[in-house]
């Protein structure tokens, strides 16, 4: 019983929470943690903004436990921009422990309620081209920066996209677009070096493995 209230207690300060606090505040703590300027971009493979959201993440759970079931659940009653967000934050918790079909249900609820939410449709690509399906993750990459040509995320992953399915050209293309955006980046300037220096034989590897798609990229520009 120690323990349980040990942990409890820890949720709520880690939530900048007191005690005897509301369902409602509980999540609207929630909320403010998570829409930090932080988190509002990619954050995969960065270990220590991972590492913060799943913290978030966990209390908030901790502390929806412990309220009544029908409570814990019901979300009609918060903005829909907020019901969305309660659906991202799931989706991204799993995809950082890489339960992709549960990201996927998550953020697929997400989208069905905000078709034109720009973080939802990169991680829905980038959930596509882990699984190597390149194609459909095409679409969610090109859709998010024709919701906002600004997204440097968004371009950024629409390069690493063409970059993995082989098309070269237009991966340096879409890497030159985010650089433009955000000129400090660093893993952009790498792939923009990695293609440029490599691209004879990037392309010698992919006629070699792949004869069908060399083709293909050469007839498409």
Request: net charge neutral.
């Amino acid at each position: 019983m120690i323990k349980d209230e040990e942990i409890i207690k820890a949720a709520l300060v880690n939530l900048g929470l007191r005690e005897d606090v509301s369902l409602a505040d509980v999540r609207a703590a929630y909320l403010t943690k998570t829409t930090q300027s932080a988190f509002q971009t990619v954050i995969l493979g960065d270990e220590h903004l991972e590492k913060n959201f799943t913290a978030y993440y966990k209390s908030y759970i901790t502390l929806l436990k412990h309220h009544s079931e029908s409570e814990s659940t019901n979300l009609n009653l918060y903005p829909q921009d907020q019901i969305v967000k309660f659906h991202f934050n799931q989706g991204l918790y799993y995809i950082i422990n890489q339960n992709y079909f549960k990201a996927m249900e998550k953020f697929q609820e997400a989208h069905q309620l905000d078709k034109k939410d720009v973080l939802v449709l990169i991680y829905m690509g980038i959930l596509l081209m882990k699984l190597k399906n390149y194609y459909a993750a095409e679409k969610y990459f090109q859709e998010a920066v024709d919701v906002d040509p600004q997204s440097d995320d968004g371009w950024f992953y629409l390069g690493e996209n063409y970059l993995k399915a082989g098309e070269f050209k237009k991966a340096l293309s879409m890497f030159e677009s985010a650089k433009r955006l955000n000129p400090d980046r660093r893993e952009i300037a790498s792939r923009i070096y990695e293609i440029q220096e490599k691209m004879p034989q990037l392309f010698r590897r992919v006629e070699k493995e792949q004869p069908s798609l060399f083709k293909r990229i050469f007839k498409k520009d």
